[in-house]
T-cell receptor, first 114, second 110 residues
Framework: GAVVSQHPSRVICKSGTSVKIECRSL??????MFWYRQFPKQSLMLMAT?????????EQGVEKDKFLINHASLTLSTLTVTSAHPEDSSFYIC??????????FGSGTRLTVV | RKEVEQDPGPFNVPEGATVAFNCTYS??????FFWYRQDCRKEPKLLMS???SGNEDGRFTAQLNRASQYISLLIRDSKLSDSATYLC???????????FGPGTRLSVLP
């Protein structure tokens, strides 16, 4: 089945630094990739929709200058959390639609900002 | 009103029990519906799509009621391994995006 590979799975960084998260579609082309964030005991919230070759679409309340998205190829989308702060600590996960039967998710990245 | 709402849970049931989860959605134009399962600290995994005629996969049955904008998931003969959070997923208002419900946590007890 369709696989989305997400790295890193876990990262701890200092406040003020930037962290890049990568998502690759391994056996299909993903023209669109979705980035979600999930805080403890809360649901997945869509942050942005990443489109290959064009600008990402951000959800209301998500700062585009803080969460930089690049979707330069049909198999790779990256999310960079810039100048990370402790409140950015969360579970970040990407997904793409490989076929009509739902979405495939990356394995997620647990970000802890200290 | 939230776009997708689910039973608040948690549901604690004994092994072998039958349990039903409900989900309501606000966008009457929604066309695609799914149930996902998410284990603690893991990514969500597709459990089943929900079709208009209803569908069954082993111990799991999904139903869709478009008139009431309501989806259900029935789990029969619960196993310990069914313990997880079950997420209802529906087309969002912009059509392209999908909206996740808050999830209902199920604990199956020995």
């Amino acid at each position: 089945g369709a696989v989305v590979s997400q790295h890193p799975s876990r990262v701890i960084c200092k406040s003020g630094t930037s962290v890049k998260i990568e998502c690759r579609s391994l056996d299909f082309q993903a023209t669109t990739m979705f980035w979600y964030r999930q805080f403890p005991k809360q649901s997945l919230m869509l942050m942005a929709t990443s489109n290959e070759g064009s600008k990402a679409t951000y959800e209301q309340g998500v700062e585009k200058d803080k969460f930089l998205i690049n979707h330069a190829s049909l198999t790779l989308s990256t999310l960079t959390v810039t100048s990370a702060h402790p409140e950015d600590s969360s579970f970040y996960i990407c997904s793409a639609r490989a076929n009509r039967d739902g979405y495939t998710f990356g394995s997620g990245t647990r970000l802890t900002v200290v | 009103r939230k776009e997708v709402e689910q039973d608040p849970g948690p549901f604690n049931v004994p092994e072998g029990a039958t349990v039903a989860f409900n989900c309501t959605y606000s966008n009457s134009a929604s066309q695609s519906f799914f149930w996902y399962r998410q284990d603690c600290r893991k990514e969500p995994k597709l459990l089943m799509s929900v079709y208009s005629s209803g569908n069954e996969d082993g111990r799991f049955t999904a139903q869709l009621n478009r008139a009431s904008q309501y989806i259900s998931l029935l789990i029969r003969d619960s196993k310990l391994s069914d313990s997880a959070t079950y997420l209802c997923v529906v087309n969002g208002r912009r059509g392209q995006n999908f909206v996740f419900g808050p999830g209902t946590r199920l604990s199956v007890l020995p």
